[in-house]
Nanobody, 119 residues
Framework: QVQLVESGGGLVQAGGSLRLSCAGS????????MGWYRQAPGKERELVST????????NYADSVKGRFTISRDNAKNTVALQMDSLKPEDTAIYYC????????????WGQGTQVTVSS
């Protein structure tokens, strides 16, 4: 069973940058895509960005376009999210997720990492 472990969250001032990383381990890594979701207090979990494992096709929420960059390292089974020009509204728990090849949904989830942006 593949497990996802995030790292890199923390506290940063508005306008600053953070880089999140997610490593997959524990089994055959047959993944169609990986992504990042976030959940702010009192809000539903929302998509931030995704990347397909084979082609590297990326997708971003409108709220983060031009500020966040997702990337992957197929050899290391890792995905990263570079977050620049952070805003207080980016404050949330960020979750790494993976969509297996045999699934149409993101069914593998990390434990989450807190990102706090102060104004």
């Amino acid at each position: 069973q593949v497990q996802l472990v995030e790292s890199g969250g923390g506290l940063v001032q508005a306008g600053g940058s953070l880089r999140l990383s997610c490593a997959g381990s524990g089994g055959p890594f047959r993944i169609y895509a990986m992504g990042w979701y976030r959940q702010a207090p009192g809000k539903e979990r929302e998509l931030v960005s995704t990347i397909t494992w084979s082609s590297g096709y990326t997708n971003y929420a409108d709220s983060v376009k031009g500020r966040f960059t997702i990337s992957r390292d197929n050899a290391k089974n890792t995905v990263a999210l570079q977050m620049d020009s952070l805003k207080p509204e980016d404050t949330a728990i960020y979750y790494c997720a993976a969509r297996p090849l045999n699934s149409g949904r993101y069914t593998l989830w990390g434990q989450g990492t807190q990102v706090t942006v102060s104004s």
